[in-house]
């Protein structure tokens, strides 16, 4: 029971991660400056490789033969476990910046969280990766500011982003029975401080360029965490998955 | 298995003699980042440590960032350098614990960076994610400014000095 609320939440952190990190790559070849290009790559590319992390020790626990690769390129849907905020598509630039620093915020805080874990290989893994996220919410802090706080267009699309987004956020403040479980168990991070930390992040960061803080988002049937995703999650992983699904086990 | 866990088979298995640990440090020490050429795997501070296992040499290497690309293929340049220079078939243990940090730069992997024309990381780990002051590689100058805190890897942020107008690569503290 214990081994499977663990593996769960591997995949949790795992599956955010490397969703985000694809969508990060979708911007490659067309970002609106070059040094946005190396930012959105190299930001990528940290996630992608501690989703590695996370899925290798979910695959070690499940002990079926699979690895990380398995888990990520032969995995449906409905077994993808990833937040549905890092799922929805990139829109615009404040779109894209405000989905990465409401994933930050809650990526920085459970990591904070998870390297006091009692299970040596996650806070290992959360020691290392706390340092990455350190520069990714500072640099996705900014870019809200500097589009919420700078033209009166770049204000009206952080404006614009809000509402689209802000629904999806219920899931970074909420979490399971069996996240709580673990977390007593000193393994996961405490829910509660995550959310309230979490809150404190994005409050600042809204109130320093009067951004309007919407109402607590509220729940509704969707939930990444029991594997039930919107539309956008489908797609994207047809496109990551197609080469090793059309050609399994496809070296070069 | 694990990816980077590769455990050496009995081929080429043979007693620890005098001399084979100080070469192997020496050998790593011409090993050199595939992405800055200049620094070696041991200016880097990623070989944790080196010893005997089973008749092999064993070492404990720690990647430098989570998705560091160049993880692979240092692996590979440390096995092939050991491999040439007689040490059949090393194992590479890959550790992320204690996390890697810039403080474990060497100094003279500091100035080698300085002079590939890269600002090496400018104080310690615990300005992970401030804006230190950075002097500028070419003339020193500490009139620069930032223009980008990802620069051509995730290692690295884009600067650009004020004084002589060059755009640099700086290695920030992690």
């Not at chain 1, 996961?188 to 309230?196: I, R, S």
């Amino acid at each position: 029971m214990h081994k499977q609320a663990l593996i769960q939440y591997l995949l949790l952190l795992g599956d955010s991660a490397l969703v985000q990190g694809q969508r990060l790559c979708e911007w490659c070849g067309k970002a609106p400056a070059l040094e946005e290009e190396l930012a959105l790559m190299n930001v990528g590319l940290d996630l992608v490789g501690q989703a590695r992390n996370w899925l290798d020790y979910a695959a070690e626990l499940q002990g079926d033969g699979h690895d990380a690769d398995a888990l990520a390129f032969r995995r449906d849907e409905r077994a993808y476990r990833n937040l549905l905020l890092v799922e929805q598509p990139n829109g615009d630039y404040a779109v894209t910046m405000l989905k990465q620093f409401f994933y930050d915020a809650w990526h920085h805080a459970m990591l904070d969280g998870l390297s006091a874990s009692g299970d040596e290989r996650i806070a290992g893994i959360a020691a290392k990766a706390l340092k990455e996220v350190t520069y990714h919410l500072r640099r996705s802090g900014e870019w809200v500011q500097r589009l919420g706080g700078g033209t009166e267009e770049s204000r009206r699309r952080m404006l614009e982003a809000i509402p689209v987004l802000w629904r999806f956020t219920v899931e970074l403040t909420v979490a399971s029975d069996s996240e709580v479980q673990l977390a007593q168990a000193g393994i996961a991070a405490d829910p509660t401080q995550v959310a309230q930390r979490w809150h404190a992040a994005v409050e600042a960061i809204f109130a320093s360029v009067e951004l309007p803080l919407p109402k607590a988002a509220s729940h509704f049937y969707l939930d990444g965490r029991k594997g039930l995703h919107t539309e956008h999650l489908g797609l994207l992983l047809a496109e990551m998955q197609f080469l090793p699904r059309a050609y399994p086990d496809a070296t070069w | 298995m694990r990816p980077g866990e590769l455990i050496a088979g009995d081929r080429g298995a043979r007693a620890l003699r005098d001399g084979d640990l100080a070469q192997a440090w020496a050998v790593l020490a011409e090993v050199m980042d595939p992405e800055v050429p200049v620094v070696s795997v041991i200016d880097l501070g990623i070989v944790r440590d080196l010893d005997w296992r089973a008749g092999h040499l064993h070492l404990v290497v720690t990647p430098t960032y989570s998705g560091c690309p160049a993880t692979e293929v240092i692996e590979g340049d440390i096995r092939q350098a050991l491999e040439q220079a007689g040490f059949a078939e090393p194992a590479l243990e890959r550790r992320l614990t204690p996390a890697w940090s810039t403080d474990w730069i060497s100094d003279q992997g500091r100035e080698r960076l300085r002079a590939y024309g890269i600002a090496p990381p400018a104080g310690s780990a615990s300005l992970r994610g401030a804006s230190p002051t950075v002097c500028c590689p070419q003339c020193a100058s500490s009139d620069t400014e930032l223009l980008s805190q990802f620069g051509s890897t995730a290692c690295k942020a884009l600067y650009r000095c004020r004084a002589c107008l060059e755009p640099f690569d700086y290695f920030k503290c992690l």
